[in-house]
């Protein structure tokens, strides 16, 4: 595998990281694994476990109705942001939303319920304290990384964020974040959303190792960290189910179950997950890879897609499906 992996970053633009470990013997991979990759959207799967973790200690129910407020909605991914303020969803289809549709309203309404200080906490146990940096909410995100063109951006409304995530990329939301603060778009610190972006991304927030990520995945398939019930709904969250043929899985055999979450964000991705988590892991390949300074969807999802074709030629070209596998693919 490592010859193949160095092939792929010599002709990867940016750089990526791999940590692939098989549960069966233990045989580990790792290339750039130690260093914290940022994690965007994949930090909702340490939240997802954190808020089960919550239910199973009785400060929550799965089926506790939470309401929706101004204050969690914000832009990316998922329908919630447009519904009106008030409206109320279960925990356990918020979770679902956060994780199935990585809505991002949804991920902030449950940190705001169980509190960003219980989310840190928790994250470091799952994914160690040396190994994770502090996570935030969505709209943090959004308000730090405007932050760089003008620290009054830390002030602005989440419906605000919303209004100017309405325009492009570029040029155009440098002249939303300037309209939205009322200033000059001379008067910015930095000109551009680019400049914004690599200053935020150096000050490691919403960051992980992908080693540190990595033993998360395996203390949850060993069932170690939820009951098994709970498991099952998670893994049922993370599209156990069904095959997309994206990043990862597009490169994985059809035969083979897969548990994933993604992450994209500005000229950032990552794709984490386990291969075969059934049966406690018996037979399961945890895999946690990040990419950065690419294109955050086309060179990001062919690098993974081809990280994917290498797993599988180097660790499941002699693995039989199982029955469940089996039927999954000829289904």
Known sequence: ??????????????????????????????????????????????????????????????????????????????????????????????????????????????????????????????????????????????QEVYAELDPRARELAPMDLVRVA?????????????RALDVKKADLKVGTMDEAYTRYYTRGLNSATLAGYGGMLEQLVRGRLLTPE??????????????????????LPRTVRFIHKTGTQWHRACHMGVIDPQDGGARAIVVATCAEGLDEMRQAGRLFEQLGRTITRTLLKDRPPSASNAAQASG
């Open 1 to 142: 595998m490592g010859k193949e992996v160095e092939r792929l970053d010599r002709e990867t633009p940016g750089q990526f990281g791999l940590y692939v470990r098989r549960l069966d013997n233990g045989e580990t991979f790792a290339y750039q694994a130690d260093r914290r990759w940022y994690l965007a959207s994949s930090a909702k799967l340490p939240l997802a476990i954190s808020v089960l973790q919550e239910v199973q200690q009785g400060r929550l129910r799965l089926d506790q109705e939470l309401r929706v407020e101004d204050r969690d909605k914000v832009d990316g991914s998922g329908a919630l942001v447009w519904q009106p303020a008030g409206t109320q969803h279960s925990v356990e289809t918020l979770l679902r939303r956060m994780l199935m549709d990585s809505d991002n309203t949804a991920a902030n309404l449950l940190i705001r319920t169980i509190g960003a200080d219980t989310f840190n906490t928790r994250a470091q146990a799952l994914i160690g304290a040396r190994n994770v940096g502090t996570l935030t909410n969505f709209t943090q995100v959004r």
């Open 166 to 178: 309405a325009a492009p990329m570029g040029p155009q939301r440098v002249q939303a974040v300037a």
């Open 230 to 251: 709970n498991t099952q709904r998670l893994y049922k969250d993370l599209k156990f189910d069904t095959y997309d043929a994206y990043r990862l899985e597009a490169g």
